[in-house]
């Protein structure tokens, strides 16, 4: 079921809400709607998969998404589950995982099971754009505050190679679980944007640069660009330097499979390719004639 909330003047384009994308994982959270952006049709473009901060939804980022000026890029901003948070009291509120009181604390005890379960759910909403045929190679997925912590792992530990990582007012906390070995080798060194504003209050810059200190020391080519006078917030500069670093990430070549990459290819993923390439393979039965189609576009 798809309902729609409001329309740009973009035509092809605006805000809806996907309950088809609504997710329960095994660990029982329940994740809310997804909310999708910009282009709905074939995004040639590409993906931006964008999670919110504590205590937003979906809506939250997916209405600012305009500002960007990507017209062939779709962009899908989930919803995090309603939990308990104890930096709020332990009253329920959406988040991506627990935090616990405000302090250095919050930075390095971190809910492991919560940020599983959401990586877990981000994982599923990439498979998805796969299925439609958008090449893995142009999605990137990105987050604020802990949105970004999310992002980052869901992308470091995602078997499909990504275009990217956008971190906004973010931290990353330890870093022993990316540590080479413990991730595949796939997205070790995918490129990242991190923006921070230098007045923020809610994770001070230092936090931020810590982590993105972390993160380079990993071999993570990471981008850093500071805003002054900025708190837990965005502004236009930055959201200029997330477009430039989205268009360039995007407009990188997606590479041809090779003829044995094709014949090892399941059959979700040879119509998922079959699609991108704007072939029709409604006539083809068996996996065979998917295979001799694919290699036809070599």
């Known amino acids: 079921n798809t309902v729609k909330v409001f329309r740009s003047r973009a035509e092809g384009q605006g805000v809806e809400t996907r309950q088809d994308l609504l997710y329960r994982d095994e660990m029982g959270y329940t994740f809310g709607e997804t909310i999708v952006a910009g282009q709905k049709g074939n995004a040639t473009g590409g993906v931006l998969i964008f999670l919110h ?68 759910h981000i994982h ?34 995602c078997k499909r190679k990504l275009a990217g990582v956008v971190m906004l007012s973010s931290f990353v906390g330890p870093v022993d679980d990316l540590q080479p070995g413990k991730i595949p080798t796939t997205n070790a060194q995918v490129p990242l944007f991190w923006g921070h504003g230098d007045a923020d209050p809610m994770v001070p810059i230092m936090f931020g640069k810590m982590g993105a200190d972390s993160l380079t020391g990993l071999g993570v080519p990471v981008e850093w660009k500071s805003y002054n006078g900025m708190g837990h917030s965005s502004c236009a500069q930055e959201l200029n330097d997330v477009r430039t670093f989205v268009e360039k990430q995007l407009a990188k070549s997606v590479p041809l499979p090779s003829a044995s990459e094709v014949e090892s290819m399941s059959v979700k993923d040879l119509k998922a390719y079959l699609s991108m390439k704007g072939k029709n393979f409604s006539g083809c039965f068996e996996k065979s004639e998917l295979v001799n189609l694919a290699k036809s576009t070599l």
């Open 53 to 120: 901060g504590l205590g937003d939804t979906g809506h939250g980022w997916a209405g600012n998404m305009d500002q960007l000026r990507l017209t062939d890029v779709r962009f899908v901003c989930p919803t995090a589950p309603t939990q308990p948070v104890t930096l709020n009291g332990g009253m329920p509120m959406p988040a991506w995982f627990d935090l616990p009181q405000m302090g250095p604390q919050m930075f390095t005890n971190i809910d492991w099971k919560g940020v599983e379960a959401s990586a877990g």
């Open 124 to 157: 599923q909403l990439i498979e998805a754009e796969v299925a439609k045929g958008v090449p893995s190679e142009k999605i990137i997925v990105g987050g604020f505050s802990q949105g970004g912590a999310v992002a980052l792992r869901a992308a470091m530990k």
